[in-house]
């Protein structure tokens, strides 16, 4: 499982009057999409494309009211935007406007990655009636549904093929592209905004409250994550590998200032308080990059540093599958799953039982026979998975669970001395999976556990070794990933004092390198996140100082230079 170690501010930049961030507008290479005033015609906005600061090119450009709302994409020239009695839709050099027979006042709209497809929730001038439009990007409604309750949010997922909509009584509901309900997903409180990827059928949601939550395929929770306030801005890489969040806070839940990453399985891994509030937010599909918008016209990219950690999974297996009965030669076993099944639904039906009984007493005389001679053989993952699917079968039997036990535990022993023998013959490789597979097959088997420890110890005290030695080369980084992997093996709190130091120590570096390089930006930036974890670095205070003065004389010359440029 990938994790986010740390966030590097690749550049950043004012574009006074563009707008926030919204949609899919950031790609895998670290482009970025946005929309500022064109320099000469009024009420005219440039879409371009920022590869970095000093290569940006113009992709379209578009005349229009202040927006609410702009959603942009980076691979398509589409984009929609949106005002509270207006949805524009832009596309190939043209502005149409979605088509309603009346008045209406718009609450929230979505477009796909590739701008074929638009969906939006709106009320009646009333506002007591809601419903959900779904057309096409030449500004036509293909279909309008009432909808149940007060909506508030609307996202389109699998290139358009599905919508779903968040509700004020914490109802999320999934549509398809034909009106039918695939899903429903109660809250415990009410949903404010949705964000998905886009490739993947996860489905993220925030509250007002600060939870951060996620839905799969079928619309079940995958996990639940409270923050520190309100959800402000939600983004997402494919299948939900990252999850990215603007937040507010207890003492100002309005003003969006923190930044936080959270991984596949919920869990928060990064987090920055920016000195402004944020604005708008976008991640890149793979999950390389974050862009945001801040007040002050501030557009910032980020490089996701990344690190990959272990993630144990049981699977588990089915044997009671839901099949026809096919009770010929040689399929006594699908015979057996399907009658038992069939059993659980109909237990009245005698005759079934009967005839599961007698099939049952045939096919154990086998089991037995096969168990025999894989023993023999050494194949002891088949001999027990013949057992399991016994078991599954009878699983009151005594006999053969006593069995069944001493089965895992002979495993097991096999398991331990295979591992013993690549220990001594230095291949190690291998020896942990097989050593915690002995473990979960066999859990009171005390060598087993003994030998792991010895083995895990033992790489961690390589790692550190490793690390001691890039840290006299000068190779902060490599030994700082030394460090992690020690960590994993054997953690310590000593070396969670090391790893901390040492990263305090690299984002120093890096805001040094910034700062001669005249980087002020990202010197900021590194010395902040060095603050955040070691507020009395004195030297970081006083390279922070000095770099934002010489940030903003930076930026007074550059408005200076302007104004005298249209003097001349």
Same mark, same amino acid.
């Given at each position: 499982?990938?994790?986010?170690?740390?966030?590097? =501010?690749?550049?950043?930049?004012? $574009?006074?009057?563009?707008?926030?961030?919204?949609?899919?507008?950031?790609?895998?290479?670290?482009?970025?999409?946005?929309?500022?005033?064109?320099?000469?015609?009024?009420?005219?906005?440039?879409?371009?494309?920022?590869?970095?600061p000093?290569?940006?090119?113009?992709?379209?450009?578009?005349?229009?009211?202040?927006?609410?709302?702009?959603?942009?994409s980076?691979?398509?020239?589409s984009? &929609?935007?949106?005002?509270?009695?207006?949805?524009?839709?832009?596309?190939?050099?043209t502005?149409? +406007? $979605?088509?309603?027979?009346?008045?209406?006042?718009?609450?929230?709209?979505?477009?796909?990655?590739?701008?074929? /497809?638009?969906?939006?929730? *709106?009320?009646?001038?009333?506002g007591?009636?809601?419903?959900?439009?779904?057309?096409t990007?030449?500004?036509?409604?293909?279909?309008?549904?009432?909808?149940?309750?007060a909506?508030?949010?609307v @996202?389109?997922?699998?290139?358009? +093929? /599905?919508?779903a909509?968040?509700?004020e009584?914490g109802?999320?509901l999934?549509?398809?592209?034909?009106?039918?309900?695939?899903?429903?997903?109660?809250t415990?409180?009410p949903?404010?905004?949705?964000a998905c990827a886009?490739?993947?059928?996860?489905?993220?949601?925030?509250?007002?409250?600060?939870?951060?939550?996620?839905?799969?395929?079928?619309?079940? /929770?995958?996990w639940?994550t409270?923050?520190?306030?309100p959800?402000h801005?939600?983004?997402?890489?494919?299948?939900?590998?990252?999850?990215?969040?603007?937040?507010?806070?207890e003492?100002?839940?309005?003003?969006?200032?923190? $930044?936080?990453?959270?991984?596949?399985?919920?869990?928060?891994?990064?987090?920055?308080?920016?000195? @402004?509030?944020f604005?708008?937010?976008a991640?890149?599909?793979?999950?390389?990059?974050i862009?945001?918008?801040?007040?002050?016209?501030r557009?910032?990219?980020?490089?996701?540093?990344?690190?990959?950690?272990?993630?144990?999974?049981?699977?588990?297996?089915?044997?009671r599958?839901?099949?026809?009965?096919?009770?010929?030669?040689?399929?006594?076993?699908?015979?057996?799953?399907?009658?038992?099944? *069939?059993?659980?639904?109909?237990?009245?039906?005698v005759?079934?039982?009967? #005839?599961?009984?007698?099939?049952?007493?045939?096919?154990?005389?086998?089991?037995q026979?096969?168990?025999?001679?894989? #023993?023999?053989?050494?194949?002891?993952?088949? !001999?027990?998975? =013949?057992?399991?699917?016994?078991? !599954?079968?009878?699983p009151?039997? @005594?006999? &053969?669970?006593?069995? *069944?036990?001493?089965? +895992?535990?002979?495993?097991?022993e096999?398991?331990l001395?295979?591992?013993?023998? $690549?220990?001594?013959?230095?291949?190690?490789?291998?020896?942990e999976? =097989?050593?915690?597979?002995?473990?979960?097959l066999?859990?009171? &088997?005390?060598?087993?556990?003994?030998?792991?420890?010895?083995?895990?110890?033992?790489?961690?005290?390589?790692?550190?070794?490793?690390?001691?030695?890039?840290?006299?080369?000068?190779?902060?980084?490599?030994?700082?990933?030394?460090?992690?992997r020690a960590?994993?093996?054997?953690?310590t709190?000593?070396?969670?004092?090391?790893m901390?130091?040492?990263?305090?120590?690299?984002?120093?570096?890096?805001?040094?390198q910034?700062?001669? /390089?005249?980087?002020?930006?990202?010197?900021?930036?590194?010395?902040?996140?060095?603050?955040?974890?070691?507020?009395n670095h004195?030297?970081?205070?006083?390279?922070?100082?000095? !770099?934002?003065?010489?940030?903003?004389?930076?930026l007074?010359?550059?408005?200076?230079?302007?104004?005298?440029?249209?003097?001349?």
């Amino acid at each position: 499982m990938r994790t986010v170690r740390t966030l590097q =501010l690749e550049w950043q930049q004012r $574009l006074r009057g563009a707008y926030p961030l919204r949609g899919y507008p950031l790609d895998d290479q670290g482009s970025l999409t946005l929309a500022r005033p064109h320099s000469i015609e009024p009420r005219t906005y440039e879409v371009i494309r920022i590869t970095d600061p000093q290569n940006q090119t113009a992709v379209a450009r578009f005349s229009a009211e202040i927006l609410q709302k702009l959603l942009l994409s980076a691979v398509t020239e589409s984009f &929609l935007g949106m005002r509270p009695d207006e949805v524009y839709l832009f596309a190939e050099g043209t502005k149409r +406007r $979605l088509t309603m027979e009346k008045r209406v006042i718009y609450l929230d709209a979505s477009m796909d990655v590739g701008g074929s /497809r638009v969906a939006a929730v *709106y009320s009646d001038i009333s506002g007591q009636n809601f419903a959900l439009v779904y057309g096409t990007f030449v500004g036509t409604g293909l279909w309008n549904m009432e909808l149940e309750a007060a909506a508030n949010s609307v @996202v389109l997922l699998q290139e358009g +093929r /599905r919508m779903a909509t968040a509700y004020e009584n914490g109802l999320i509901l999934l549509f398809d592209a034909n009106m039918r309900e695939w899903w429903r997903f109660d809250t415990e409180e009410p949903v404010t905004l949705l964000a998905c990827a886009t490739e993947g059928e996860e489905l993220a949601y925030g509250t007002q409250t600060g939870w951060i939550g996620m839905l799969d395929a079928e619309g079940a /929770r995958r996990w639940q994550t409270k923050v520190a306030g309100p959800v402000h801005a939600l983004a997402m890489a494919k299948e939900g590998q990252l999850t990215v969040a603007l937040c507010g806070s207890e003492e100002n839940p309005r003003a969006p200032t923190t $930044l936080i990453c959270l991984d596949q399985a919920g869990q928060p891994v990064w987090e920055y308080e920016g000195d @402004v509030p944020f604005t708008g937010l976008a991640c890149s599909p793979g999950g390389e990059y974050i862009a945001t918008s801040a007040q002050g016209s501030r557009f910032s990219l980020y490089r996701v540093v990344s690190t990959t950690v272990e993630a144990l999974s049981v699977s588990r297996k089915d044997w009671r599958a839901y099949l026809p009965l096919v009770p010929e030669k040689g399929a006594m076993k699908t015979a057996l799953q399907s009658l038992y099944a *069939y059993l659980e639904e109909c237990p009245d039906d005698v005759e079934c039982w009967q #005839q599961f009984e007698e099939l049952k007493a045939q096919w154990m005389a086998d089991v037995q026979w096969e168990l025999a001679h894989l #023993q023999a053989d050494g194949e002891w993952e088949a !001999a027990l998975t =013949l057992l399991q699917e016994a078991l !599954a079968l009878a699983p009151y039997d @005594v006999a &053969l669970f006593q069995q *069944y036990v001493e089965l +895992r535990q002979r495993f097991a022993e096999a398991l331990l001395q295979q591992a013993k023998s $690549l220990l001594q013959e230095g291949q190690a490789d291998t020896v942990e999976p =097989l050593l915690r597979k002995a473990i979960h097959l066999m859990p009171d &088997l005390f060598e087993a556990r003994q030998r792991l420890q010895e083995f895990r110890a033992g790489r961690a005290q390589e790692a550190d070794k490793e690390a001691k030695e890039r840290l006299e080369r000068g190779e902060l980084q490599e030994a700082l990933a030394c460090y992690e992997r020690a960590q994993a093996f054997a953690p310590t709190a000593e070396r969670a004092q090391t790893m901390a130091a040492l990263q305090v120590q690299i984002d120093f570096e890096l805001g040094k390198q910034a700062y001669d /390089r005249s980087r002020y930006a990202e010197a900021i930036f590194q010395f902040r996140k060095v603050l955040q974890r070691e507020p009395n670095h004195a030297e970081a205070k006083r390279y922070l100082e000095f !770099a934002q003065r010489f940030e903003q004389d930076t930026l007074s010359d550059v408005v200076s230079d302007r104004f005298r440029n249209l003097e001349e």
